[in-house]
């Protein structure tokens, strides 16, 4: 295990992105149903935010249900949204305790009207909170998200608000749920798979991307070290070239 001395070396991203994958298939490989392999998840998840509170990290955001995920099996669907239940109403008093502020992003008109008020509630409660911001994707998108900016920025120049030579990527980012966020620096995959699977697909245009093979529900500080060691050690150039090699 990383103690304290080895973390201060870390050059600590400000906002990381997680596809927590695996659930399903550490709990198969255990003899149990996929849904316990979704609860044990959710522990780890919130154990996994106080470690980058811990860290330093500034943003972190999971991608907890996408748009897909609606084809699972009913009965596994509807675990899930139990979970959420359960979690957001636990997470009201664990954020005002540790002075976390929750967002929610993705396209909240299909869920059920408690957990959309439940969705409410967290956010207004923790609005004011300065920790880090802990940002949850619940049926979640990317191209959905994009479609749904594309469709408010082509209200606004319908409405000769705006021109469609002033479209900027500014003008995209404003239109995106994540819009009041920075893009994340680093983003890390858990279970092996090394594919975005539709999540945040403007906002990791830049992100470093960490895989890992181990599953989401063995998660740990460690683990998440490991990714954080990795970033430090790459040269993020957006583009651009290195001094060194500008030398050459």
Known sequence: MENASDSGKLKIPNHVAIIMDGNGRWAKKRHKPRTFGHAKGAEVLEQTLEDCNDLGIKYLTVYAFSTENWARPLEEVQVIMNLFRKYLEHSVEKCMKNNVRCRVIGDRSRLSPDIRDAIDHL??????????????????????????????????????????????????????????????????????????????????????????????????????????????????????????????
Do not use: C, H
């Not at 990317?142 to 469609?164: N, T």
């Open 123 to 248: 956010e207004q409660m923790t609005r004011n909170n300065t920790g880090i911001t802990f940002i949850i994707a619940i049926n979640y998108g990317g191209r959905d998200e994009l479609i749904r900016g594309i469709r408010k920025i082509s209200r606004d120049a319908v409405q000769g608000v705006l021109k469609p030579e002033e479209i900027t990527e500014e003008t995209v980012g404003r239109s995106l749920d994540t819009s009041e966020f920075p893009d994340p620096d680093l983003l890390i995959r858990t279970s092996g798979e090394q594919r975005l699977s539709n999540f945040l697909l403007w906002q990791l245009a830049y992100a470093e991307f960490y895989f890992t093979d181990i599953p989401w529900p063995d998660f740990n500080k460690e683990e998440l070290i490991k990714a954080i060691r990795v970033y430090t050690s790459r040269d993020r150039r957006y583009g651009g070239i290195t001094g060194q090699q500008e030398s050459k």
